[in-house]
């Protein structure tokens, strides 16, 4: 898998590189079947590994106590549907202060959210807006499927119903990530680690 991150940014290449492993293994773990669940980690800009999580198939709780360990930091993890950042991940981002975000998917697929090192960039809290908006809400997906499954008839139930609400969450953040993310002097990049 070809390094593509961190062509423009001046990042530190400790961090680079312990990221590129980190989730070279990761993603290893996930093909083999090893991991079930999401795994994240939180590194520091020197490259540092300071934390590791373990959450459920489709969420990651970060305890509120660790916040202000976190902040500033880098935070990765798996994801199972989409590489794309849910909606929670970017609140999270901008309710701890990360530095940036990052999520995996089994084929080395990656979307990263992160400030920009423009110090003309304004940065502004973009989890906040999102969510004022209610871009890419359960209410929101839950609609969208609602006319999907009246107009063609669809049948859905249980964990697929549940994978449906996710995805069509996801993509409603990436749509509005693509238009508005540089707006709001950040950077958000999709690729292949
Ligand atoms: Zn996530």
Same mark, same amino acid.
């Given at each position: 898998?070809?390094?593509?991150?961190d062509k423009?940014?001046?990042?530190?290449k400790?961090?680079?590189?312990?990221?590129? =492993?980190?989730?070279?293994?990761?993603c290893?773990h996930?093909?083999? #079947?090893?991991?079930?669940?999401?795994i994240?980690?939180?590194?520091t800009?020197? #490259?540092?590994k300071i =934390? !590791?999580?373990?959450g459920?198939r489709?969420?990651?709780?970060?305890?509120?106590a660790d916040?202000? @360990? @976190?902040?500033?930091? $880098?935070?990765?993890?798996?994801h199972?549907?989409k590489e794309?950042?849910?909606p929670?991940?970017i609140?999270?981002f901008?309710?701890?202060? @990360?530095?940036?975000?990052? &999520?995996?998917?089994?084929?080395g697929?990656?979307?990263s @959210?992160?400030e920009?090192? !423009?110090?003309n &960039?304004?940065?502004?809290n973009? #989890?906040?807006?999102?969510? &004022?908006?209610e871009?890419?809400?359960? =209410?929101?997906a839950?609609s969208?499927?609602?006319? $999907?499954?009246?107009n063609t008839?669809?049948e859905?139930?249980?964990?697929e119903?549940?994978?449906?609400?996710?995805?069509i969450?996801? !993509?409603?953040a !990436?749509?509005w990530?693509?238009?508005n993310?540089?707006?709001?002097?950040?950077?958000?990049?999709k690729?292949?680690?």
């Open positions: 898998m070809a390094d593509k991150f423009t940014d001046m990042r530190n400790k961090l680079t590189d312990e990221l590129h =492993k980190y989730e070279i293994e990761l290893r996930i093909q083999s #079947g090893i991991i079930e669940h999401e994240a980690a939180v590194f800009e020197d #490259g540092l =934390k !590791d999580y373990e459920t489709s969420k990651t709780i970060i305890p509120y916040y202000d @360990l @976190l902040r500033k930091n $880098i935070y990765t993890h798996c199972f549907i794309i950042l849910s929670g991940d609140l999270a901008s309710e701890i202060g @990360l530095k940036e975000i990052r &999520a995996i998917i089994k084929n697929r990656y979307s @959210l992160r920009s090192s !423009d110090k &960039a304004v940065q502004s973009i #989890g906040y807006v999102m969510k &004022a908006e871009i890419g809400t359960a =209410k929101q839950m969208i499927l609602m006319d $999907i499954i009246n008839g669809l859905i139930s249980g964990e119903y549940q994978d449906k609400i996710l995805k969450r996801i !993509d409603k !990436d749509e990530l693509t238009e993310a540089e707006n709001f002097g950040y950077i958000y990049e690729g292949v680690i």
